[in-house]
C-alpha cells in the first residue's frame, strides 16, 4: 500500500511517523509543516491544512510508508455505549477511524496500513478470567459488534496497534482506551410501592427509584396487575407512577389484585445480526389491592315500591318515588346508559345528590335533582330541576336506549338517545354549583305512571 492509505484525519496532536531508506530526507511542499527536509524515521506534526500532500504522497508512496501513533481525536466510537449498565446488557458499537483530507476536500487515506495493524478490544474485569473480546479490523470500520457484559466490574474499549491481525498479539505501547463501562449486578426492586383502586378496573401505582442504583443508570420498570388469570402488563415503563386500565371487574368478586413492579436495565441494544437483545430485569416488588366493585343500583336509596333487578342493573318504578345508584362522581367524566323497557306517562331520569329531598318524589322537582324526561308521546321538554325547566331537548319513549355522561369538571350532563347525543344540559348553571362539591348520583324515577329501566350499564 502506498502512504496515501496509511494515513488518518489530521490534528495538532496527531503524531505521524515518515519511514523509508535506512538514510535520507524527503522534502515536502505542505502548508501547516515547517519546509525543512524530514528525517526518514521522525515523527512529525501537522495541522489540517495539507496543501499538496497529494502530490508528495504520490511521488514517495512507493519508497516512503507512514504510521500514525494512536490518539483520541483519530477515532468516532458509536452505538449504544451507557457508562454504567447491568450484567446480562448486551452493548452494541462501532468504532471508524477518520479519513484524512486535503484543502479541497479529496479524502487520500486512511488509518490502517499493512505496517499498523489495528484491532478493538473488549477487556473485562481484571477479577476474571474471561479473556478480551478482540474484534479485528473491516473495511472502513471495526464492528458493528456487540459484546455481553457477564461480570460486576469496569469494562474497557480499547483500539491497539496488533504485531498480527490473525493472532492478535498486542504491541502494548501503542493503545489507546476510547471508553469504559461499569457493570452493576442485576437491578434491585424499586421501593415503597404504593397502589390503590381509583374505580372499577382502574388502578394508581406508584415506586420510588432503589436508591443503590446509580444515577446514571439507565434503569425501567415492568408493571404487572393479575387478578386470577388476567394479567395487564406495562413494560419499560419509564415514570415511577403509572395508572393501570382494563382489569377486569366482576359484580360480587372482591379478589385482590396483585400489583408486581420490577426494576428493568433500559441498556437492551440491537445486536450485530439485527436482533433486539434481552431486557435484564431485577427483583420484584409486590402490593395486593382491593377493587372497586361496578356500580350498580342502590337498594338502600330507592323509593318504597321501587323494585330492583338481582344483579343491581334493572328496575321498576310503579309510581312517584327515585332510585339512585350506589356511587356518585365528583370529578372527571362519566358515562352510563340503559333501555327503556317501558315509559311511563311521565318519567325522569338523570343525576341526584344523596340523599335527596325525598325518594318518594320526583326527580326534577327537587332541589337535589337533575332531569330529564320520558313520554309516551311527545317530541321535546324542558330538563328539570327544583321543579323549573331549562334547555329543552327531545324527551325519551319505550324502546330508547338512553345514555347520559356527567361532566364534572364542567358541570354538563350530555343526552343521548340511540347512541346520538341530542342535548346538553346546564340547567342554568345549577349543576356546576353541585360538580366538585357533592358527589352525584345516576338517578331513575317516574311520576304517578309505572316506568321500567333495564341493561343498565356504568362504564369504568
Known amino acids: 500500500m502506498t502512504a496515501a492509505q496509511a494515513l488518518c484525519e489530521t490534528s495538532d496532536s496527531l503524531k505521524v511517523c515518515a519511514l523509508g531508506p535506512a538514510m535520507g530526507t524527503w522534502n515536502h511542499r505542505l502548508s501547516g509543516i515547517p519546509s525543512a527536509p524530514i528525517n526518514c524515521g521522525s515523527k512529525i506534526s501537522f495541522s489540517s491544512s495539507l496543501t499538496g500532500l497529494k502530490e508528495v504522497i504520490q511521488s514517495f508512496g512507493s519508497v516512503y510508508s507512514v504510521e500514525i501513533s494512536l490518539e483520541s481525536s483519530s477515532f468516532t466510537l458509536s452505538g449504544s455505549i451507557p457508562d454504567i449498565a447491568f450484567v446480562g446488557d448486551t452493548v452494541d458499537f462501532s468504532v471508524s477511524p477518520a479519513s484524512i483530507k486535503t484543502a479541497d476536500n479529496n479524502t487520500i487515506g486512511s488509518i490502517t496500513d499493512l505496517r499498523n495493524l489495528l484491532q478493538v478490544n473488549v477487556v473485562p474485569p481484571p477479577t476474571t478470567s474471561v479473556a478480551s473480546t478482540r474484534i479485528p479490523w473491516t473495511s472502513e470500520r471495526f464492528g458493528p459488534a456487540s459484546f455481553k457484559l457477564e461480570h460486576v466490574g469496569n469494562y ?33 426492586p424499586p421501593q415503597n410501592l404504593t397502589a390503590r383502586s381509583t374505580e372499577p378496573g382502574v388502578i394508581s401505582v406508584s415506586w420510588d427509584r432503589p436508591s443503590a442504583i446509580p444515577p446514571k443508570a439507565q434503569v425501567g ?7 386470577g388469570a388476567f394479567k395487564v402488563e406495562l413494560r419499560q415503563h419509564k415514570e415511577t407512577q403509572a395508572i393501570i386500565r382494563d382489569i377486569p371487574t366482576t359484580q360480587g368478586d372482591n379478589a385482590p389484585i396483585k400489583v ?9 441494544a440491537r445486536s450485530s445480526s439485527g436482533t433486539v437483545c434481552d431486557t435484564v430485569t431485577g427483583a420484584t416488588s409486590d402490593v395486593y389491592v382491593s377493587p372497586i366493585p361496578p356500580n350498580k343500583l342502590d337498594s338502600t336509596c330507592a323509593g318504597s315500591v321501587v323494585t330492583i333487578g338481582l344483579a343491581g342493573l334493572s328496575c321498576t318504578v310503579p309510581g312517584t318515588c327515585i332510585v339512585l345508584a350506589e356511587r356518585g362522581f365528583m370529578s372527571g367524566s362519566h358515562h352510563w346508559e340503559f333501555t327503556v323497557t317501558k315509559v311511563g306517562s311521565n318519567s325522569h331520569c338523570g343525576v341526584s345528590l344523596k340523599p335527596p329531598q325525598s325518594l318518594e318524589n320526583w326527580l326534577g322537582s327537587m332541589q337535589t335533582g337533575f332531569d330529564v324526561v320520558g313520554y309516551a308521546d311527545g317530541t321535546t321538554a324542558p330538563c328539570y330541576h327544583a321543579g323549573s325547566g331549562y334547555e329543552k331537548v327531545p324527551v325519551f319513549t319505550t324502546g330508547d336506549k338512553v345514555g347520559f355522561t ?55
Open 156 to 188: 474497557t474499549v480499547c483500539v491497539e496497534r496488533v504485531s498480527d491481525v490473525n493472532t492478535g498479539v498486542s504491541m502494548t505501547q501503542d493503545k489507546k482506551v476510547l471508553c469504559t463501562i461499569e457493570a452493576l449486578g442485576p437491578p434491585p
Open 260 to 268: 408486581s413492579v420490577s426494576s428493568v436495565s433500559l441498556c437492551a
Open 406 to 460: 356527567l361532566h364534572c369538571d364542567k358541570g354538563t350532563l350530555d343526552y343521548f338517545q340511540n347512541g346520538t347525543l341530542v342535548g346538553t344540559c346546564l340547567f342554568g348553571g345549577k349543576l356546576k354549583e353541585f360538580c366538585g362539591v357533592r358527589p352525584l348520583y345516576p338517578a331513575f324515577g317516574s311520576n304517578s305512571a309505572p316506568a321500567e329501566y333495564t341493561n343498565i350499564y356504568f362504564a369504568s
Open 221 to 227: 420498570y415492568n408493571v404487572l396487575a393479575a387478578v
